[in-house]
């Protein structure tokens, strides 16, 4: 008898978790852009706007547990949305606001953007960050990170400026999801002290809740 066959049957199945993370802002905010970056390492050659919603996975491992990020690129205009919105907001285990550094309006938006992820029964305990995009473009910036800081404290979110184009900014876009799935998972504490700090991208700020969640003390 092929011993490795008995062996490999009679093995539980390996550990592994999904992580939804829904990724919403106004279109043309580059949430196509970041999420194919993390799940791709590159910046898209082209993209156009998304119809309803896409999906990206990845598979990480941490501590010797993989664990699926599978990111909901959703769309950012309304009749793109309308058909999908519902399906979008079940079971999502975290939330990233995008908005564009150099677009204000797409800033001005993100309370209605919170207020759709209230009306869809999300609520505080569901952890969620702030990025500002495109910062390639910060001599357009129309959106300071003093504006954009206060904001994220009042909402007690995490505050990232990132460039989903930039190439200096891969390792931030990366480390920016990898953060938020480091949060889930610390909600469920496993052996934090294995984990390192490169792992991490430090928000500008951390707010009182993060102090405690992030297991980086650096
Ligand atoms: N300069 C610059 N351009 C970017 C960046 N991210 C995205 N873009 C550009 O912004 C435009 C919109 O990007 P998308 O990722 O398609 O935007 P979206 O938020 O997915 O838009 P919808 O799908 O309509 O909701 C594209 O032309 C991208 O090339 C960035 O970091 N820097
Ligand atoms: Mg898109």
């Known amino acids: 008898m092929d011993s490795s066959v008995e062996l490999s049957s009679s093995l539980p199945p390996p550990r592994s ?31 156009e706007a998304t119809i309803g919603v896409d999906f990206r996975e990845k598979v990480i491992e941490i501590d010797g547990e993989k664990i699926k990020v599978q990111l909901w690129d959703t769309a950012g205009q309304e009749r793109f949305r309308k058909s999908m919105v519902q399906h979008y ?14 677009n204000a309006t797409s800033f001005q938006s993100l309370p209605s953007w919170i207020e759709e992820c209230r009306q869809h029964s999300l609520g505080q305990d569901v952890p969620r960050i702030l990025v500002g995009n495109k910062c390639d473009l910060r001599s357009a910036a129309r959106v300071s990170t003093d504006l954009a800081q206060k904001f994220a404290d009042s909402h007690s979110m995490p505050l990232f400026e990132t460039s ?8 931030h876009v990366e480390a ?12 469920k504490p496993l052996a934090l002290s294995q984990l390192s700090c490169g792992d991490f991208a430090v928000p500008l700020k951390k707010t009182t809740e993060e102090r405690g969640a992030y297991p980086c003390t650096c």
């Open 17 to 47: 978790r999904i992580f939804k993370i829904i990724v919403i802002g106004d279109s043309g905010v580059g949430k196509t852009c970041l999420t194919y970056r993390f799940c791709a390492g590159k910046f898209p050659d082209k993209t």
């Open 89 to 102: 907001y079940r079971n999502v285990h975290a939330i990233v606001f995008v908005y564009d550094i150099t």
């Open 164 to 171: 989903a184009k930039s190439p200096g900014d891969n390792d």
């Open 176 to 187: 920016i999801f990898m953060t938020v799935v480091h949060k889930l998972k610390s909600q």
